[in-house]
């Protein structure tokens, strides 16, 4: 699906430069607004500004429009219907060309306007780094997001700081262009839940790493407008697609079992046993293209050194994973 330019520059630079700032829109304009001044504001680095709406309102896409208008640095685009996130960051990236992409929520901010220089700066001071996560804080408060924490959790006191991982929170990440090339960007069929996993999957099976740097925030604003709540699709989306990922890389079903049986436990306290079985099946129904391969070894190696050495004992991992309410892995 090809998007329609709407408002401001009609393409980005033609010559190199830094950064795409890739930024979803559906409806709250207000918000997405915010988040485009944030973007707009970042000094210190060369960066184009994409904002692809999916499906907003005429008044939201007007208010949008306006934001760019006239300008040389952002664009506004649409697309007919909404592909998710993996889609729509697919398609939004796909209009720019700059060696760093970062993306930005809707409803989030950087907390600075030296933000998105320091991400490019990280990488481009460590060429084997394919991707970071950034901090992200509530935007009232400015503690660390409980949502929007995408790692173990044992390492949340080290929020502040920097750690190699296996995966980045989507509200603010940046990611090496040649990275994202390489891997084939994220799988459209996730539509929402587990894409920056998977992408990051294919990118640790290429040899990257994964870093997530606490020192460089992004303020989120936790809001449950045209959110897909826990107790509806979004449960569903998280229990299918991280089992369709593992089922990429070979797990078998009898491999599963403990990981499904968790959900159905998980599910059934949060009243979301419905949508855990239908979960379970629409992720039989899709089946990997081509056969299941394995990680490589070196992968392997590196998922159990950055995630799972964190993750503690079976019995651990019940308690802090399985009986806590969905949102967790």
Same mark, same amino acid.
């Given at each position: 699906?090809?998007?329609? @330019?709407?408002?401001?520059?009609? #393409? %980005?630079?033609?010559?190199?430069?830094?950064?795409?700032? %890739?930024? /979803?829109?559906?409806?709250?304009?207000?918000?997405?607004?915010?988040?485009?001044?944030?973007?707009?504001?970042?000094?210190?680095?060369?960066?184009?500004?994409?904002?692809?709406?999916?499906?907003?309102?005429?008044?939201?896409?007007?208010?949008?429009?306006?934001?760019?208008?006239?300008?040389?640095?952002?664009?506004?685009?649409?697309?007919?219907?909404?592909?998710? %996130?993996?889609?729509?960051?697919?398609?939004?990236?796909?209009?720019?060309?700059?060696?760093?992409?970062?993306?930005?929520?809707?409803?989030?901010?950087?907390?600075?306007?030296?933000?998105?220089?320091?991400?490019?700066?990280?990488?481009?001071?460590?060429?084997?780094?394919?991707?970071?996560?950034?901090?992200?804080?509530?935007?009232? #408060? #400015?503690?660390?997001?409980?949502?929007?924490?995408?790692?173990?959790?044992? /390492?949340?006191? =080290?929020?502040?700081?920097?750690?190699?991982?296996?995966? @980045?929170?989507?509200?603010?990440?940046?990611?090496?262009?040649?990275?994202?090339?390489?891997?084939?960007?994220?799988?459209?069929?996730?539509?929402?839940?587990?894409?920056?996993?998977?992408?990051?999957?294919?990118?640790?099976?290429?040899?990257?790493?994964?870093?997530?740097?606490?020192?460089?925030?992004?303020?989120?604003?936790?809001?449950?407008?045209?959110?897909?709540?826990?107790?509806?699709?979004?449960? @569903?989306?998280?229990?299918?697609? =991280?089992?369709?990922?593992?089922?990429?890389?070979?797990?078998?079903?009898?491999?599963?079992?403990?990981?499904?049986?968790?959900?159905?436990?998980?599910?059934?306290?949060?009243?979301?046993?419905?949508?855990?079985?239908?979960?379970?099946?629409?992720?039989?129904?899709?089946?990997?293209?081509?056969?299941?391969?394995?990680?490589?070894?070196?992968?392997?190696?590196?998922? =159990?050194?950055?995630?799972?050495?964190?993750?503690?004992?079976?019995?651990?991992?019940?308690?802090?994973? %399985?009986?806590?309410?969905?949102?967790?892995?």
């Amino acid at each position: 699906m090809t998007p329609r @330019f709407v408002a401001g520059a009609p #393409g %980005v630079p033609a010559g190199p430069y830094d950064a795409d700032v %890739v930024i /979803l829109a559906l409806d709250r304009a207000e918000e997405t607004e915010q988040a485009i001044a944030s973007a707009l504001a970042q000094r210190g680095v060369a960066r184009h500004v994409t904002v692809l709406d999916q499906g907003s309102h005429p008044p939201a896409l007007a208010r949008l429009a306006r934001c760019v208008a006239g300008r040389g640095d952002a664009s506004l685009w649409a697309l007919a219907e909404n592909l998710g %996130v993996a889609g729509g960051r697919n398609a939004a990236t796909a209009l720019g060309h700059g060696r760093v992409i970062a993306g930005l929520d809707n409803d989030a901010e950087f907390a600075g306007p030296a933000t998105l220089a320091g991400a490019v700066a990280a990488l481009d001071r460590d060429p084997g780094l394919g991707a970071i996560g950034l901090r992200i804080v509530a935007y009232d #408060g #400015g503690r660390d997001d409980p949502s929007s924490w995408g790692y173990p959790r044992a /390492l949340l006191p =080290r929020a502040g700081g920097s750690f190699g991982t296996v995966t @980045f929170v989507g509200a603010g990440h940046a990611i090496r262009r040649a990275a994202w090339d390489a891997a084939g960007g994220y799988d459209p069929a996730l539509f929402f839940c587990w894409e920056e996993y998977d992408f990051c999957l294919r990118a640790i099976a290429q040899g990257w790493r994964i870093g997530y740097r606490g020192d460089l925030v992004v303020r989120h604003k936790v809001a449950a407008e045209r959110r897909l709540a826990w107790s509806g699709e979004r449960w @569903f989306l998280f229990v299918r697609n =991280r089992i369709h990922i593992a089922r990429k890389w070979g797990a078998s079903w009898p491999a599963l079992v403990p990981r499904i049986a968790g959900y159905l436990v998980k599910g059934a306290r949060a009243g979301l046993l419905a949508q855990t079985w239908r979960a379970i099946r629409a992720a039989a129904a899709m089946e990997p293209a081509g056969a299941p391969r394995p990680l490589p070894v070196a992968a392997a190696d590196y998922l =159990r050194r950055h995630d799972g050495a964190y993750r503690g004992s079976p019995l651990r991992r019940l308690r802090q994973e %399985v009986m806590a309410p969905p949102g967790g892995a």
